[in-house]
Each structure stands twice: as C-alpha cells, then as structure tokens.
C-alpha cells in the first residue's frame, strides 16, 4: 500500500511506520532480516516517515503514546492493517476513532496472494478481551459470534466450557481457492458434536460493510451479551471493532493473541483479473461524520 500510494504522488504531511517485534522463538532471526527489508521498502516510499518500534506484548499505554507522537493533532489520516496484529491494529482504531478532532479515517487492507499450507502461527497467550474491547457488564453472553479463518486456537474448547445459547459463525465466502477448503475444514472442527444447528452467516472476506451490518443485528435486545472472536479476515476484524462500538457495553472482542507467526505467512499480494493490485479501502469517518 505504502508503494502504491507513492506511486500516486499523493501528499501527506505525516507518516509513521510500526515496526512491531514478536517475543524472541526460532524464527526471531529471519524475521528480523525480513522486515529489515521490508521498512526499507516502506521507508523508499515514504521517505519522511518515522519509525516507531514496539514490542507485540507491550502494554497498550505505549502505542497510545507513539500514535499521539505520531500523529498529533492531525484532521485526515489512512491506518493501513495489511500487516499489522489485530492485538494492535484494533487498539489503534479504537484510539484514532476517540480522537474528536480527527476529521477523516480511512482502513486500508492489501489481500494476500496466497498462504502457505500448515499452521500460520502458534504459541498462543490466553483468550481474552483486546484492549479497548472489554465488556463492562459481568452477564454472561448470550450469543456468541466466531470468524472463521485459517487457526482455531482453543477456541473449539472454549466453546464446549461456555456453551452459549445462539452460536453464529462468520464466514468469510467467497474468500478465494484454496482458502475455501481451509475455512470449511476449521468451521468443522469449531462446531462441538451434538449442537443444535448452529447460524452460519457467509460474507465475502473483504465485505467489511456487510458484516458489520449482520454483527449489529445480533445486538437486538439491550440485554443481549454478544461476545465476538476475531479469528478470521483483518476486514471482518474490523467490522467487531465498528460494531463493538455500536452494540455498547454488553460486547466484547476476544482473541488469542499467537507469540510466533512463520516468516512466510503469507506471499505476495493478491490482484483481481486485470492485473491490478487488490487494496481494499474503508472510510469510516469523513468530514467529522462516522459512517458506521
């Protein structure tokens, strides 16, 4: 995205780069010469702006604190997640969306061209609540929503212990070969044996709208509790933290955050039948107005 938006000659007055570092594992020092190569990329593209280092498990104090660095008092800005973790992209959307002086909010998303076979990412911290997305009320959730994508976590036996009474699956359809059989192959494994037939709502992976539309129909009755589980695409990610926002305090985001990712987690980026790269942009705020 970085590349693209220079290609462009597009002006900005301001620009900064997260480089967030996973906790030390076997495959510290391969990722570190990757993305030593790709901040020099980004920075090829941007040349003015700054580089903000940060640990992964760091506390949410510290990134509040390098975004206002960053970005003060700015009225317009893009946040690009391609490659950001959700622990800390949805954290930042949280903290620019709290910004009343922030006139204009733009997500950008570049879809991955493929994905190797294997586990993605392992070493998972506990399930809980992303910050900025706890659920104040102490009820117990009604209804449950998980997005499917690639990693189960624990998430199928968190399902049996809490057993909610309304289990909805997002699912992201039509997500691209060969993602569809890996998605189908998680949805079985989430859905414990001998439960009454669970909803499972399909939308495109990259149609951030449409789910958050369906996840803020599942709020109905202000009593209703909905806890959601990011585990599937970064646009459907997105539409929980937009709906978190609408369902009040009675939701939540919970997510199991992984300590290691393989270094090729993904390849390239994905471009649609002409050639074109496919950079997928979401405008929730403009001119002061919240889209969503």
């Known amino acids: 995205m970085p590349e693209w938006f220079a290609a462009q000659k597009m002006k900005m007055n301001r620009a900064a780069i997260f480089r967030v570092a996973d906790p030390p594992n076997r495959f510290t020092e391969e990722i570190e010469g990757l993305t030593d190569d790709r901040e020099k990329r980004i920075s090829q593209a941007l040349p003015r702006a700054e580089v903000i280092r940060s640990e992964l498990l760091a506390e949410v104090g510290s990134w509040n604190d390098a975004i206002n660095h960053a970005l003060p008092n700015c009225q317009s800005v893009i946040l690009d997640v391609t490659a950001l973790p959700k622990r800390v992209f949805l954290f ?28 993605l990412c392992q070493d998972f911290n506990p399930i809980e609540a992303i910050p900025s997305y706890s659920r104040i009320s102490s009820k117990k959730a009604e209804t449950l929503v998980v997005g499917v994508g690639y990693v189960g976590f624990d998430i199928d036996e968190l399902i049996k212990q809490v057993q909610p009474p309304h289990l909805n699956f997002l699912f992201p359809f039509p997500p691209g070969s060969p993602a569809a059989r890996r998605n189908w192959g998680l949805l079985r494994k989430l859905i414990p044996s001998g439960l009454a037939s669970p909803i499972i709502q399909r939308i495109h992976a990259m149609d951030m709208f449409a789910a958050y539309d369906w996840l803020c129909s599942l709020g109905g009755d202000v009593d209703n509790c909905v806890d959601m589980i990011a585990l599937g695409p970064k646009p459907h990610s997105i539409a929980m933290g937009m709906a978190y926002r609408k369902l009040g305090d009675n939701a939540q985001i ?7 990712y393989r270094p090729d987690y993904s390849v390239g980026i994905g471009r649609n039948v002409n050639g074109e790269v496919e950079i997928f942009a979401y405008c929730l705020r403009r001119n002061g107005v919240n889209y969503l």
Do not use: F
């Open 92 to 119: 930042l959307l949280a903290r620019l969306l709290a910004k009343e002086t922030l006139k204009d909010l733009i997500v950008c998303y570049a879809r991955a061209g493929t994905y190797p076979e294997g586990p």
């Open 254 to 260: 919970l997510y199991a955050q992984p300590r290691t």
